[in-house]
């Protein structure tokens, strides 16, 4: 039996998806700047797909500005803030520490550049505490950013509580959402969210393109000169059978973000059951406040690459950890944050999912996962001084 159990490093492209990009690469080959019939022709399907993501996060379509993915859509919302806010004299900007590194690196670079960086921690689930966030909060901080949910443990976070404080306190608020956008319901007014990163390659979508949501209020700085697209804020001619495959994949998933969310969350809810029975072994992050087809699970006694390897050979894909951290020997700066001691922290193991996987292979990921762990441990002489006392259990 193979399974792929690494939709948070990216998902598989749906026909829906293929389809639309094909018939743009065959029939619409103008350039949308271009006056001539042919352009305004590819240029009006460049606005209907800016229409279809605007609506299918509760946003303007005016508000919506193409990327390359989330990391640049991090950097550019980041960057924007932080230099506009410190013409007014705001040099402060706040966030968790379990972000992505799109995030925290960029904060270290304005770090470098004089600002002020504050990182709050989350509890043992995972989860910010939004009155944390409000005590960060100064008259010199230009920016909150806070990620909708986890791209390793997906734990989702309170971006409601979280807005409404920033929006009292007159703070423009950034989220990162490329592991929520298609899985989770969003609508950026109603969260008071001022500035949203997506990637399109995390619900069905091509890779290679994401969106910059920001709203009118908030001004942009150019990340790409020499051009006028993107309304002047990214130039370079737009890549648009990708732009139309992403808003194709993501008008899909929302129009059936429900019965998928429920289908899914029933695997999840099995798939923990039967890992929670493996002994030493935890849950990382809040049993149900996280995305529908996340589980992350650490296990006393092993090492996650050696864990990975094993699953593979029994045809599954999955992963310990963020897709772009995973050729680091470092344990997860996430799974850290949240309490685990390193030598946890090493051996976890991330299974996620959409609503496709069956039951039947729910059972194959729990049986293959306790045959593996049970063959590590056998072979592991941490595991042994564990069983003979001569080390303490941690989990």
């Known amino acids: 039996m193979n ?94 520490t379990i972000e992505h590194h799109a995030i925290l690196h960029t904060l270290n670079k304005l770090e470098k550049e004089g600002f002020d960086v504050t990182l709050v921690e989350v509890g043992s689930d995972g989860i910010v505490d939004p009155k944390k966030i409000e005590e960060a909060i100064t008259d010199k901080t230009a920016l909150v950013t806070v990620m909708f ?29 490329v592991q929520a956008v298609g899985h989770v319901p969003i609508n950026v007014k109603e969260l008071n969210v001022d500035m949203l990163s997506l990637s399109s390659h995390k619900f069905n979508g091509p890779k290679g393109i994401g969106v910059l949501y920001a709203n009118k209020k908030v001004p942009l700085t150019n990340v790409i000169e020499g051009g006028a697209q993107e309304r002047g804020k990214r130039a370079g001619t737009e890549n648009l059978a990708a732009i139309v495959g992403m808003a194709a994949a993501l008008k899909e998933a929302v129009s059936n973000i429900e019965e998928n969310a429920s289908k899914t969350i029933e695997r999840r809810r099995q798939i923990i059951e039967g890992l929670s029975k493996i002994e030493h072994s935890a849950l990382n992050g809040d049993p149900g406040k996280r995305l529908p087809g996340n589980v992350n699970f650490c296990f006393e006694g092993i090492e996650g690459e050696s ?73 592991s002489p941490v595991w042994d001084e564990l069983q003979k006392g001569e080390l303490k259990y941690v989990i």
């Open 149 to 177: 949910a986890n791209n390793e443990i997906g734990t989702l976070q309170p971006i409601k509580e979280i807005g409404a404080i920033c929006k009292e306190k007159g703070v423009p608020f950034h989220t990162d959402a």
């Open 307 to 379: 864990l990975l390897l094993l699953l593979d050979s029994k045809g599954i894909a999955a992963s310990s950890g963020s897709a772009c951290t995973s050729g680091s020997l470092d344990p997860s700066h996430v799974l850290l944050a949240i309490g685990r001691p390193h030598e946890v922290a090493h051996g976890s193991l991330r299974l996620t999912f959409n609503e496709e996987l069956t039951a039947e292979e729910a059972d194959y990921l729990i049986q293959s996962t306790k045959e593996v762990v049970e063959y590590l441990r056998s072979i």
């Open 3 to 96: 399974i792929y159990a690494d939709y948070a490093a990216t998902t598989p492209m749906s026909d829906t998806a293929i389809n639309a990009m094909t018939n743009i690469m065959k029939e619409i080959y103008g350039n949308p700047s271009s006056l001539h019939s042919i352009g305004q022709r590819a240029a009006e399907y460049l606005l209907q797909a800016r229409i279809d993501v605007a609506e299918a996060i509760g946003a303007d379509f005016k508000e919506i500005y193409f990327t390359s993915g989330g990391s640049e859509a991090d950097n550019q919302a980041l960057v924007s803030a932080a230099y506009f806010g410190r013409l007014k004299g705001k040099t402060h900007l706040i966030s968790t």
